[in-house]
């Protein structure tokens, strides 16, 4: 059987299917369905520095081939993850990576300080989220913001480093050399894009915070298409995301030029994706003659 192993700043997965933030939770009811280890990692819900009851409903919308949200980061907090939720996470075999969130960069400088010293495998710096500072504007939209808060962050994180990339930008390989120049060790890309859905008889918008983040499958073509564009820019590997939920879709996007996969949206539809997907993603690599997956990543052949 081919070798699904890959490894991402120096961390090696069993193979390249990560649960991505936000749709995971901290792991605790999907271990119902099955071993978390089937998965080669869980990018946690992301987390900030103090508790967050997150966004009034309603705060989830769907769309066309995937879905809106708002939810608004309600998560417990930086230590009430570390002394509660990363314990029975280290015991479920299989790699934790911590995204945080912030509004400020002392924000992250502190979460990234406090997980240094902590049991993850690596740090998820999501910087989709609001610079209060600077009126609202966002860190990751900004070859200046990006690098502004990737080496802020960098100086207190001794954890690999994923920097999660905004889509919402008009050059995604500007935005990822930046990235990389400030001392990101990979990238995670791509965070939703922005949508907004309105409900015609009330006409009011249907998410109480007007606008949410859209993911599924509706996203899945931008996402290959910027994948690709940055990683024929930086030397750092990308975690590749937004819309996958085949395994056609993990083998499409690690040719784009990513290193592993991030699976999110469809885990609401799907809770046992990950193995379909990885059951599918065997059986083309042995039926193709491939040894081992790292074998896809970057093997477009572009015109």
Same mark, same amino acid.
């Given at each position: 059987? @081919?070798?699904?192993k890959v490894t991402v700043a120096g961390v090696e997965f069993a ?24 998965? &080669? ?5 992301? !987390? ?13 919308? *769907?769309?066309?081939? /995937?879905? %809106?949200?708002?939810?608004? +980061? ?17 015991q479920q075999g299989t790699k934790i990576l911590a995204n945080i ?5 002392? *924000? ?28 609202? $504007? ?5 070859? @200046? &913001? ?6 802020a962050v960098r100086k207190y994180c001794r954890k690999p480093l994923?920097?999660? %990339? ?6 995604? /390989? *500007? #935005? ?10 990979? +990238?995670?890309?791509?965070?939703? %894009?922005? /949508?907004?859905? #309105? ?12 606008? &949410? /983040? +859209?993911?599924?499958?509706? $996203? ?18 990308? #975690?590749?995301? &937004? ?16 290193? @592993?996969?991030?699976?999110?949206? $469809? ?7 990950? $193995?379909? !997907?990885?059951?599918? %993603? ?7 003659? #491939? ?13």
């Amino acid at each position: 059987m @081919a070798d699904l192993k890959v490894t991402v700043a120096g961390v090696e997965f069993a193979n390249p299917l990560i649960a991505a933030s936000g749709t995971f939770g901290f792991g605790h009811e999907y271990s119902e369905f099955y071993p978390l280890s089937t998965l &080669g990692g869980i990018s946690c819900k992301g !987390i900030t520095l103090k508790e967050r009851p997150g966004n009034p409903p309603p705060r989830i919308a *769907e769309t066309p081939s /995937g879905m %809106l949200n708002a939810v608004g +980061l309600q998560n417990p907090g930086v230590d009430h993850f570390i002394e509660k939720d990363l314990p029975w996470l280290r015991q479920q075999g299989t790699k934790i990576l911590a995204n945080i969130a912030g509004n400020t960069p002392e *924000e992250y400088c502190q979460m990234a300080e406090k997980l240094s010293d902590s049991d993850v495998d690596m740090v998820e710096l999501n910087i989709s989220c609001p610079n209060v500072k600077q009126g609202g $504007v966002q860190f990751g939209t900004s070859c @200046a &913001g990006v690098e502004g808060i990737v080496s802020a962050v960098r100086k207190y994180c001794r954890k690999p480093l994923v920097v999660k %990339l905004s889509p919402n930008v008009s050059d995604i /390989g *500007e #935005i990822a050399v930046a990235a990389e120049a400030a001392g990101a060790d990979a +990238l995670s890309m791509i965070n939703t %894009l922005t /949508g907004m859905r #309105i409900d015609i008889r009330t006409r009011r918008p249907i998410i109480r915070n007007n606008t &949410g /983040g +859209l993911s599924g499958p509706a $996203v899945f073509p931008v996402a290959v298409r910027m994948v690709w564009q940055a990683s024929s820019r930086v030397h750092i590997p990308i #975690i590749g995301m &937004g819309g996958v939920s085949r395994w056609e879709d993990v083998v499409e996007l690690m040719l784009a030029g990513a290193s @592993a996969i991030q699976i999110g949206t $469809v885990l609401f539809s799907d809770p046992y994706a990950p $193995v379909k !997907i990885l059951d599918g %993603l065997r059986s083309y690599l042995d039926s193709n003659g #491939i040894a081992s997956v790292t074998e896809l990543t970057g093997k477009i052949q572009a015109y």
